[in-house]
């Protein structure tokens, strides 16, 4: 089975633009991508696009706008993790010897205030109960007790985000802030506040993948060692799936678990292996949460990797050098095709004073509603 | 007149305590909210339909201070998962709104309210649990 590179990445800043389409931030993400990979009309052989919230043919707009279409184009929604699906259909493409050469990527212009889901049912939202900061309070709250996080803790992890996004351009958020700052700000949902929550917004992020025995060398081609997604085991009552009951039960595995597991082995290393990571922090929560269920720490040792300052930029593992959602903000088709986007330039060595020396190996991680959760490993 | 905010999640609520409506799956076990075609954990089909307890302890709690979307009712409101002896927790509306006014473990009950008015001048009702009183 044929190996797959990323051969070309490219970028439209996360933030918020008055009279920019969707259409508009795909088109400057795809460009982008297609110029450093090389690639022209006629040299591609397929397109998946991740949305939302985008729309009929939001991907067919994109590439007609750029004048190569004739190819199979794709919209692949799966809420926070579209971009991860969208990978992974176009990855095991490739492997299968499908297609040589495919454009994956991702562009959304999000709603403002808090975000209207159609997944949730109209009597849940005339019951209140399609409040996502609410479930995000839910699992934060869970996570303190099992785990041992305090308040200070989830302000930390919004200050070390905020630290690393100060040096990312394409972040919506470059100024730091303090945990005095973070405590301050007003509660949304206890135990989390405002800051602690990323803020739904816009943006767009594209790739191109190629058969590696095809990829040239100029870009130094990365490796995608691993593009998994999986579903969630029912069970868990804050899961992701975001159901009305769960089990009494606590020894169900998360789908992030499910889904990094199998890439593990997809790419046959393991967390000791890792050199950086992108994860899911759309509450600063979440991100402990991640770290647990990825196995970058044990069970339950969260609070203690933070506190070692081991995910700081410089420590061990840094843990989202971008800046995070936290940062960037998330436009949910895009964001985990921008995670992709950063660590292949983290392992290219093209971060300036958000580089994490020496990174060889890299995990992005996205978990969105369904559940769906993506788990993507690049190496070079 | 009062109206559910949902048929089929829980009893007539002019119609003594409240119940919950769930499915008791006859080949595994398990409990279900709200009633399904199929078991959620082993697919069996056509689980039987029980009446949950109206009566569990507090598991997970927080408080909705912004109005979330496609809600007319009153903020804030609490929100929370409690667990039944049937060994399921489920999500609901909580009565108590202050986040620090609950704990872990605290025994809770289950109670019918009114989210608002419509159009046609019904009360829009859905369960909610409050903490017990003191017996």
Same mark, same amino acid.
């Given at each position: 089975?044929?190996?797959?590179?990323?051969?070309?990445?490219?970028?439209?800043?996360?933030?918020?633009?008055?009279?920019?389409?969707?259409?508009?931030?795909?088109?400057?993400?795809?460009?982008?991508?297609?110029?450093?990979?090389?690639?022209?009309?006629?040299?591609?052989?397929?397109? *998946?696009?991740?949305?939302?919230?985008? +729309?009929?043919?939001? +991907?067919?707009?994109?590439?007609?706008?750029?004048?190569?279409?004739?190819?199979?184009?794709?919209?692949?929604?799966?809420?926070?993790?579209?971009?991860?699906?969208?990978? %992974?259909?176009?990855?095991?493409?490739?492997?299968?010897?499908?297609? !040589?050469?495919?454009?994956?990527?991702?562009?959304?212009? %999000?709603?403002? &205030?808090?975000?209207?889901?159609? *997944?949730?049912?109209?009597?849940? #939202? #005339?019951?209140?109960?399609?409040?996502?900061?609410?479930? *995000?309070? @839910?699992?934060?709250?869970?996570?303190?007790?099992?785990?041992?996080?305090?308040? !200070?803790?989830?302000?930390?992890?919004?200050?070390?985000?905020?630290?690393? +996004?100060?040096?990312?351009?394409?972040?919506?958020?470059?100024? #730091?802030?303090?945990? #005095?700052?973070?405590?301050?700000?007003?509660?949304?949902?206890?135990?989390?506040?405002? *800051? %602690? @929550?990323?803020?739904?917004?816009?943006?767009?992020?594209?790739?191109?993948?190629?058969?590696?025995?095809?990829?040239?060398?100029?870009?130094?081609?990365?490796?995608?060692?691993?593009?998994? @997604?999986?579903?969630?085991?029912?069970?868990?009552?804050?899961?992701?799936?975001?159901?009305?009951?769960?089990?009494?039960? !606590?020894?169900?595995?998360?789908?992030?678990?499910?889904?990094?597991?199998?890439?593990?082995?997809?790419?046959?290393?393991?967390?000791?292996?890792?050199?950086?990571?992108?994860?899911?922090?759309?509450?600063?929560?979440?991100?402990?949460?991640?770290?647990?269920?990825?196995?970058?720490?044990?069970?339950?040792?969260?609070?203690? @990797?933070? !506190?070692?300052?081991?995910?700081?930029?410089? +420590?061990?593992?840094?843990?989202?050098?971008? &800046?995070?959602?936290?940062?960037?903000?998330?436009?949910?088709?895009?964001?985990?095709?921008?995670?992709?986007?950063?660590?292949?330039?983290?392992?290219?060595?093209?971060?300036?004073?958000?580089?994490?020396?020496?990174?060889?190996?890299?995990?992005?991680?996205?978990?969105?509603?369904?559940?769906?959760?993506?788990?993507?490993?690049?190496?070079? | 007149?009062?109206?559910?905010?949902?048929?089929?999640?829980?009893? $007539?609520? $002019?119609?003594?305590?409240?119940?919950?409506?769930?499915?008791?799956?006859? /080949?595994?076990?398990?409990?279900?909210?709200?009633?399904?075609?199929?078991?959620?954990?082993?697919?069996?089909?056509?689980? $039987?339909?029980?009446?949950?307890?109206?009566?569990?302890?507090?598991?997970?709690?927080? /408080?909705?201070?912004?109005?979330?979307?496609?809600?007319?009712?009153?903020?804030?409101?609490?929100?929370?998962?409690?667990?039944?002896?049937?060994?399921?927790?489920?999500?609901?509306?909580?009565?108590?709104?202050?986040?620090?006014?609950?704990?872990?473990?605290?025994?809770?009950?289950?109670?019918?309210?009114?989210?608002?008015?419509?159009?046609?001048?019904? $009360?829009?009702?859905?369960?909610?649990?409050?903490?017990?009183?003191?017996?």
């Amino acid at each position: 089975m044929t190996g797959v590179a990323v051969t070309g990445v490219g970028l439209h800043p996360f933030g918020r633009f008055d009279g920019v389409s969707t259409t508009d931030m795909g088109v400057a993400a795809v460009r982008a991508a297609l110029r450093e990979a090389g690639v022209g009309k006629g040299g591609f052989q397929a397109a *998946f696009c991740g949305t939302a919230y985008g +729309g009929v043919a939001t +991907g067919h707009k994109v590439l007609s706008r750029l004048g190569m279409t004739g190819m199979p184009i794709v919209d692949v929604e799966a809420g926070c993790a579209s971009g991860s699906a969208a990978l %992974m259909l176009a990855a095991a493409a490739i492997r299968a010897g499908q297609y !040589d050469t495919v454009v994956v990527f991702g562009t959304e212009k %999000m709603p403002r &205030g808090i975000i209207r889901s159609s *997944f949730f049912e109209p009597w849940q #939202e #005339e019951a209140g109960l399609a409040s996502t900061p609410a479930f *995000f309070g @839910l699992r934060a709250q869970r996570l303190c007790l099992t785990s041992g996080i305090t308040k !200070d803790h989830l302000a930390r992890v919004v200050v070390k985000n905020r630290r690393h +996004g100060a040096a990312n351009p394409d972040a919506m958020y470059q100024k #730091e802030t303090t945990v #005095e700052e973070v405590l301050a700000s007003r509660v949304v949902c206890e135990p989390l506040h405002l *800051f %602690m @929550l990323c803020s739904p917004n816009e943006g767009a992020a594209a790739l191109v993948l190629r058969r590696a025995d095809l990829a040239s060398s100029s870009p130094a081609p990365v490796t995608l060692a691993a593009a998994v @997604l999986r579903s969630h085991i029912p069970g868990p009552v804050l899961s992701e799936s975001t159901p009305l009951a769960g089990l009494a039960r !606590d020894d169900v595995p998360a789908p992030t678990t499910l889904s990094a597991t199998a890439a593990y082995e997809e790419a046959g290393l393991g967390p000791p292996d890792l050199h950086v990571v992108e994860c899911q922090d759309t509450d600063a929560a979440r991100e402990l949460g991640s770290c647990e269920e990825l196995g970058l720490c044990e069970p339950g040792g969260s609070a203690a @990797l933070l !506190d070692s300052g081991a995910t700081e930029l410089g +420590g061990r593992l840094p843990v989202n050098p971008s &800046g995070g959602l936290l940062s960037k903000g998330e436009p949910l088709g895009a964001s985990a095709l921008g995670q992709v986007v950063e660590l292949v330039r983290q392992l290219r060595g093209e971060c300036g004073p958000r580089q994490v020396e020496g990174a060889r190996t890299a995990l992005s991680h996205t978990v969105g509603r369904g559940a769906n959760a993506g788990v993507v490993i690049l190496t070079r | 007149m009062r109206v559910m905010v949902r048929e089929g999640l829980f009893t $007539d609520p $002019d119609a003594g305590p409240p119940a919950l409506l769930g499915s008791r799956c006859a /080949a595994c076990g398990s409990v279900l909210f709200p009633r399904a075609d199929a078991c959620t954990y082993c697919a069996t089909e056509d689980p $039987d339909p029980v009446e949950l307890s109206g009566t569990g302890t507090l598991w997970a709690w927080t /408080a909705v201070t912004a109005a979330p979307p496609g809600y007319t009712g009153e903020v804030p409101f609490g929100v929370g998962v409690v667990e039944l002896p049937e060994g399921v927790r489920v999500i609901a509306r909580l009565t108590e709104s202050d986040p620090a006014a609950l704990a872990t473990g605290q025994p809770m009950e289950l109670r019918i309210e009114t989210l608002h008015r419509d159009d046609e001048g019904n $009360d829009v009702v859905t369960y909610t649990f409050a903490p017990s009183r003191p017996s």
